[in-house]
Nanobody, 127 residues
Framework: QVQLVESGGGLVQAGGSLRLSCAAS????????MGWFRQAPGKEREFVGR????????YYADSVKGRFTISRDNAKNTVYLQMNSLKPEDTAVYYC????????????????????WGQGTQVTVSS
């Protein structure tokens, strides 16, 4: 069992930056690939990106590529989402999730592939 807790959300102006953290407890995070998802009001939850377990390969949705960066510190059992050049359309609740399996790129964005989820943290980008 893994417990995930996101933090770092808040209100920021367009063009600004935020760094979200996802802290894990219960099991070592190095056993899991970690995904970030987001859900805007009235919309379905969508894939933001993912970082692999060991090598730390990263994959991103086209909407955030070049602006967002996922990293991990396995010693601290924490994964990060650095968000730069934020836009109002990035406003959403952001969730981290843990997946113990290796996945092809085609399935990385499927929420059902992730076994554990955090409670989410709100990010609001003002124009």
């Amino acid at each position: 069992q893994v417990q995930l807790v996101e933090s770092g959300g808040g209100l920021v102006q367009a063009g600004g930056s935020l760094r979200l953290s996802c802290a894990a407890s219960g099991r070592t995070l190095s056993l899991y690939a970690m995904g970030w998802f987001r859900q805007a009001p009235g919309k379905e939850r969508e894939f933001v990106g993912r970082i692999s377990r060991n090598v730390g390969n990263t994959y991103y949705a086209d909407s955030v590529k070049g602006r967002f960066t996922i990293s991990r510190d396995n010693a601290k059992n924490t994964v990060y989402l650095q968000m730069n050049s934020l836009k109002p359309e990035d406003t959403a609740v952001y969730y981290c999730a843990a997946d113990p399996r290796v996945r092809p790129i085609t399935t990385m964005g499927e929420m059902g592939k992730y076994d554990y989820w955090g409670q989410g943290t709100q990010v609001t980008v003002s124009s």
